[in-house]
């Protein structure tokens, strides 16, 4: 192949077209004028392959930074450069102007720019390091439709809560980066991950001591605010180190969220057979991009309609495989809670603050097991769970009502409230003393684990599709959370008993993850309460977990009374209780 050698001192134009609407995204009255600036050097390009070299930026005659082309066209070995794409081109002998809008301080941009020598097109991305003149300085070369902000700060970090593992970085020295447009002006940035290098760091993870937790891989974007991006990579190679470390997790980590994408959730061999091709011909997509305007403006209308407020901007989360021309969504995990992560810049009251699932079309809010953890720097890290994809933000709500200011319940039926997993009996009043039924309990347990509702699966003779609780009696079916009667009842109105609801708290832990107590043991936990041979025998061990894992207490130290009706308010705690011990809530 015929090498070429490109020699040029050029000024490039950023207010040429930017990859995202520079009004919406960029434009600041407050903002300092733009700054002319120039770069020069030298570019050296085999025909038909990514330019490689280097290029310093001059501001006022003076070296400020350079740019730097990497061999392999990308930007960057660690995946931390935060981009400002921009397109722009580059014809032998001439030149273009170029303007740099600074924030203040120094900063770091990326430009896509498109060589054209002759009929050999050379795509390639540089980054540049510019930084803002003396106080007074500067000035000149005003307006032009681009400009230059402060890239955004990545505050997540690799680990999800809870986990003792050690991360290992995927080099992404060797990852294509190509932005696309739509015809509204928002910018996707199409990430495709080096195979050997991902297998790489997943055999390391693998092999190193992770303290008994799943090993954890991750992959960094660092994108510009509002920018979406879509992870692209080999099945082959997923399926591949599934078959050695079936329990890694790749966490795939952007400015606007974090998703833990665990390799057991995806099924290669189904795959294969759906798309009709093998695993070395699919790819696995991984989107993250905050939602548009206007569905963000919606859902703050929507929540102030439920006297809630929304923190931050709504974020969505979406799995699809590729293959042989078709497109198949990755959207139901069974029983595997995927953790997906994002930062909020600002503290938040975790007492109030739930994360919730937005539907578009209903306008309906749910809630989303999370915890919240505040960090150094004041911002808030939420890392949430979810068996499945959709669009999630962040609401802080304040609930109370009049008939339990004076209940032993009162903090934890507003916490429960706050979480949109508990509603009142009116607008103002809760009934906290009034009996719960079978449906009333089913629902609240299905909020609580965050479940979708499943009217097809709700079988009994007596829940027909049109019941309010149809959804929720079905979602616990297919979850395992009830099983019903002898004769495919559920008596659904009957209230509910302490031991009912112990049967299903206990199938609610396997449900939501966590292990429960040796069924052997059981015993011991009963050992104190004098009543305990009143306890059906079908409900003896679950009683007992419930007990170990102090969702359910005793009436008295010495008494359970397994077949009292339970109150409203007993369901609320214990609830609250479950959800704690399964790491739901904080």
């Known amino acids: 192949m015929k090498k070429r050698t490109l020699k040029f001192s050029a000024v490039f134009m950023i207010c040429l077209t930017f990859l995202f609407s520079a009004t919406s995204v960029f434009a600041d009255e407050s903002a300092p004028p733009s700054l002319p600036m120039s770069v020069s050097g030298s570019v050296i390009s085999t025909t038909g392959a990514p330019a490689s070299g280097s290029i310093e930026a001059i501001l006022d005659g003076k070296t400020v930074g350079t740019i730097s082309i990497n061999s392999n066209g990308t930007f960057g070995g660690s995946g931390l450069v935060p981009q400002l794409l921009v397109q722009g081109s580059y014809s032998e002998n001439n030149d273009h102007p170029v303007t740099f809008k600074v924030n203040g301080g120094s900063a770091t941009a990326s430009m896509a720019i498109t060589f054209h020598a002759g009929t050999n097109i050379t795509n390639v991305i540089i980054t540049a390091t510019i930084a803002s003149p003396p106080s007074g300085g500067g000035g000149g070369g005003g307006g032009g439709g681009g400009g230059f902000i402060t890239p955004p700060t990545k505050s997540n970090t690799v680990t999800p809560i809870g986990s003792n593992a050690v991360p290992v970085e995927v080099d992404t020295s060797k990852n294509v980066v190509k932005p696309t447009k739509d015809a509204n002006g928002h910018v996707t940035n199409n990430v495709t991950q080096d195979g050997p290098a991902l297998m790489d760091a997943l055999k390391k993870a693998a092999a190193q001591d992770n303290h008994g ?52 959730i995806i099924d290669f061999a189904a795959l294969a057979q759906s798309l009709g091709t093998t695993s070395a011909n699919i790819n696995i997509q991984i989107h993250i991009s905050t939602v548009n305007k206007d569905i963000n403006a919606k859902i703050k209308t929507d929540a102030q309609g439920i006297s809630s407020s929304q923190q931050g901007s ?20 069974g029983s595997t809670y995927v953790n997906r992560t994002i930062v909020l810049t600002n503290p938040i009251d975790k007492t109030h603050a739930t994360v ?56 934890d039926i507003e916490l429960m409230a706050n979480k949109l997993i508990v509603k009142g009996a009116t607008d103002t009043s809760f009934a906290p003393d009034n009996n719960i039924t079978r449906a009333e309990f089913t629902a609240l347990l299905v909020r609580a684990l965050g479940l979708t509702s499943d009217t097809a699966s709700a079988t009994f003779t007596d829940v027909i599709s049109s019941d309010w609780f149809a959804g929720s009696v079905g979602a616990a079916v297919k979850a395992k959370l009830v099983s019903g009667f002898e004769d495919n009842s559920f008596k659904p109105n009957d209230t509910i008993t302490r031991e009912q609801m112990a049967v299903m708290i206990a199938s609610a832990i396997s449900a939501a993850g966590k292990k429960v107590a040796d069924p052997t043991t059981s015993s011991k936990f009963l050992a104190s309460f004098d009543d305990r041979s009143s306890i059906s025998s079908w409900a003896q061990v679950a009683v007992a977990q419930s007990i170990e894992a102090k969702i359910i207490s005793g009436m008295t130290d010495t008494t359970l009374v397994p077949s009292a009706n339970a109150s409203r308010a007993q369901a609320v705690v214990m609830l609250k209780r479950l959800m704690q011990y399964v790491n739901f809530i904080n």
């Open 213 to 264: 937790d799943a090993p954890i891989v991750y992959i960094t974007f660092d994108n510009p605010s509002g920018e979406a991006v879509v992870f692209n990579i080999s099945a082959s190679v997923l399926d591949s180190a599934a078959k050695t470390a079936p329990n890694a997790i790749i966490s795939l980590q952007t400015n606007d969220g974090e998703y833990s994408l665990p390799l057991s």
């Open 314 to 333: 709504a974020i969505e989360f979406s799995i699809t495989a590729e293959g042989n021309g078709k497109t198949v969504e990755l959207n139901n995990f």
């Open 356 to 411: 919730v699932l937005y539907d578009p079309t209903t306008g309906q809010f749910s809630f989303v097991p999370a915890l919240f953890e505040k960090q150094s720097d004041g911002s808030t890290k939420v890392t949430f769970k979810r068996n499945g994809n959709s669009i999630y933000t962040v609401l802080s709500s304040t609930k109370s009502f009049d008939d339990v200011s004076k209940h032993w319940a009162k903090a």
